[in-house]
């Protein structure tokens, strides 16, 4: 089992940066490929980001390249999400997921920080 708690989500006007956490324990954070979900409402959980074991492989949806990007610190056991140039269309709730490298279905969740960017 891993746990997963987010935190750093908030009200930000648009253009504005927010830098998101996702703490882990439990299982040997190392282990994991680690990403970032989002869920607008009324619509569907949507990928944003995703990184490797080691944090040398990086993927982003289209729509936020170039504007996030996603690290890791494999010793404090963390994930990040610096979200820079928001957009209103960024408002979501935002997850942490953690999968083994050779799965496609992410397995842990965490429960969701809010952002919500005004215009």
């Known amino acids: 089992q891993v746990q997963l708690v987010e935190s750093g989500g908030g009200l930000v006007q648009s253009g504005g940066s927010l830098r998101l956490s996702c703490a882990a324990s439990g299982r040997t954070f190392s282990n994991y490929n680690m990403g970032w979900f989002r869920q607008a409402p009324g619509k569907e959980r949507e990928f944003v980001a995703t990184i490797s074991q080691g944090g040398g492989g990086t993927n982003y949806a289209d729509s936020v390249k170039g504007r996030f990007t996603i690290s890791r610190d494999n010793a404090k056991n963390t994930v990040y999400l610096q979200m820079n140039s928001l957009k209103p269309e960024d408002t979501a709730v935002y997850y942490c997921?953690?999968?083994?490298?050779?799965?496609?279905?992410?397995?842990?969740w965490g429960q969701g920080t809010q952002v919500t960017v005004s215009s």
């Open positions: 997921a953690a999968k083994f490298p050779f799965l496609t279905k992410y397995d842990y």
